[in-house]
């Protein structure tokens, strides 16, 4: 059984830095194209970042330069380095693994963790 648990929100004063963590179990994360979504009530979830299965790197344009992924096999975990923290980064983020190639079957998600950005 495929599980994504995400740690690692928490309350952070603008300026400063988080990181989440994705763990996975039930699946090789090398398979799977692994990115990170956040959503705030009455919005869409929004692509954060993501990591493709061959290692390339997509960020969204209001993070580029701020939050950086890294992901660590061994340990079937993903990570979001989130720098410069502003108050519109607050969310509810969720880790978000999903298959490149056919049969894509359904994307499988965390339960989100929340990041609050305030003074």
């Known amino acids: 059984q495929v599980r994504l648990v995400e740690f690692g929100g928490g309350l952070v004063q603008p300026g400063g830095s988080l990181r989440l963590s994705c763990v996975a179990s039930g699946m090789d994360i090398s398979q799977f194209a692994v990115g990170w979504y956040r959503q705030s009530p009455e919005k869409q979830r929004q692509l954060v970042a993501e990591?493709?299965?061959?290692?390339?790197?997509f960020y969204g344009e209001s993070v580029e330069g701020r939050f950086f992924m890294s992901r660590d096999i061994t340990k079937s975990t993903v990570y979001l380095q989130m720098n410069n923290l502003r108050f519109e980064d607050t969310d509810v983020y969720f880790c978000?693994?999903?298959?490149?190639?056919?049969?894509?079957?359904?994307?499988?998600w965390g339960q989100g963790t929340q990041v609050t950005v305030s003074s």
């Open positions: 978000n693994a999903r298959r490149e190639t056919p049969p894509y079957g359904t994307p499988y």
């Open positions: 990591i493709t299965s061959d290692g390339h790197f």
